[in-house]
T-cell receptor, first 114, second 111 residues
Framework: SQTIHQWPATLVQPVGSPLSLECTVE??????LYWYRQAAGRGLQLLFY??????ISSEVPQNLSASRPQDRQFILSSKKLLLSDSGFYLC?????????????FGPGTRLTVT | SQKIEQNSEALNIQEGKTATLTCNYT??????LQWYRQDPGRGPVFLLL?????KEKRKERLKVTFDTTLKQSLFHITASQPADSATYLC??????????FGSGTQLTVLP
């Protein structure tokens, strides 16, 4: 069966510090991968998605970036965090190939920028 | 621009009643629509998907309708239980690669 992992589960970082969040998927190949952010009491905001290694599409211009160095690994990064980057970061995957599939979400990372 | 509205931020109902949640969308024509459940501090969990050519879909105590003329989906939970308390998100989409989520309705089922 497929599983999706995210780490760390929680993170407290000072303003201006770098960020690296990691997401890995097991039990599937060539998935579409997604990064979302959810502010407190708000909906999900799509940040990035990837249909393959090295292929990243950005939905929201900001100080975040994403990379996909391996088929089942998706990384969210920042060189300098802002207070507004605080939130709940979720990674998700769905089947590749353009077929309509439901998305499966990881457990999330709670980021607090102080 | 595309807009998704879920009826109310919070909905309280009595145990055993039917909960009805509404999802309205404007400025696009999704080919399908998904509903997810999200518990506090956790990622959303997929519940149901309905396509534009389907009027209704059921799964156990859940029922979803999709009216492309009204640009609306209704999500029903029959015989509701306190364990059904959660935030429910709708996601109309025209693309297999991307979903756009509504902000959700927080449902509380009172014992």
């Amino acid at each position: 069966s497929q599983t999706i992992h995210q780490w760390p589960a929680t993170l407290v970082q000072p303003v201006g510090s770098p960020l690296s969040l990691e997401c890995t998927v097991e039990g599937t190949s060539n998935p579409n991968l997604y990064w979302y952010r959810q502010a407190a009491g708000r909906g999900l905001q799509l940040l990035f998605y990837s249909v393959g290694i090295g292929q990243i599409s950005s939905e929201v211009p900001q100080n975040l970036s994403a990379s996909r160095p391996q088929d089942r690994q998706f990384i969210l990064s920042s060189k300098k965090l802002l207070l507004s980057d605080s939130g709940f970061y979720l990674c998700a995957w769905t089947g590749g190939g353009g077929t309509i599939y439901e998305q499966y979400f990881g457990p999330g990372t709670r980021l607090t920028v102080t | 621009s595309q807009k998704i509205e879920q009826n109310s931020e919070a909905l309280n109902i009595q145990e055993g009643k039917t909960a009805t949640l509404t999802c309205n969308y404007t400025n696009y024509s999704p080919a399908y629509l998904q509903w997810y459940r999200q518990d506090p501090g956790r990622g959303p969990v997929f519940l149901l998907l309905i396509r534009e050519n389907e009027k209704e879909k059921r799964k156990e105590r859940l029922k979803v309708t999709f009216d492309t003329t009204l640009k609306q989906s209704l999500f029903h939970i029959t015989a509701s239980q306190p364990a059904d308390s959660a935030t429910y998100l709708c996601a109309p989409s025209g693309s297999a690669r991307q979903l756009t989520f509504g902000s959700g309705t927080q449902l509380t089922v009172l014992p």
